[in-house]
């Protein structure tokens, strides 16, 4: 189950990512299809394949140089150059109305479960590349991972700000 729900939210980050260029889009006899073919699936598929004949060549660098030359192709294609290395988010206001759909309960729940389940395949398997394991199979200080991650989310959502995850592209920098 751990590893699915790892796998899972890997595929789905994937499909969010590819339906936010899109490259795929929901289809007329099907739930979805490829989307045309524009500059931003260009760039994506080759920082793609960037990243998997640099990580055949056990090249350590690959994320960050597809990162860097996919943004620069972009920057350079459409003259949209950033303004600020730096910025602070724009603060939301949420109604106290809008959390008044009985949903919102069941979501959150849903959420922390499959949170739970998403560290708990995450953890062990960073623990064990990166050599930390004891030998009876625990993660030193793994309860705390989780207190850590919990209160860091909660304080990125009163920030307004993205949540404080452990994600699998960290693979990349702990295995380096």
Not at 19 to 47: D, H, R, W
Not at 134 to 163: F, Q
Not at 164 to 171: A, C, G, H, T, Y
Request: hydrophobic letters at 50%.
């Amino acid at each position: 189950i751990q590893v699915g729900t790892s796998l899972g939210v890997g595929l789905l980050t994937a499909l969010d990512g590819a339906v936010k260029i899109n490259m795929i889009v929901a289809g007329q006899y099907s739930l979805l299809k490829f989307g045309p073919i524009t500059e931003e699936v260009i760039t994506a598929v080759v920082g793609l394949l960037v990243i998997c004949v640099m990580l055949y060549y056990h090249q350590k660098s690959a994320f960050v140089v597809a990162l860097v030359g996919c943004s620069l192709t972009t920057w350079i294609y459409t003259s949209d150059w950033p303004t600020a290395i730096v910025t602070t988010p724009n603060s939301a206001r949420i109604e106290a109305t809008g959390f008044d759909n009985d949903n919102v309960a069941n979501l959150t729940v849903n959420l922390i479960f499959l949170y739970i389940l998403y560290l708990s395949g995450l953890i062990p398997a960073f623990t064990e590349l990166a050599n930390l394991k004891r030998e009876d199979g625990t993660t030193p200080r793994g309860r705390w991972i989780y207190v850590i991650t919990g209160l860091m989310t909660i304080l990125s959502g009163v920030l307004v700000s993205a949540p404080i995850l452990v994600l699998p592209e960290s693979s990349a920098g702990i295995k380096a």
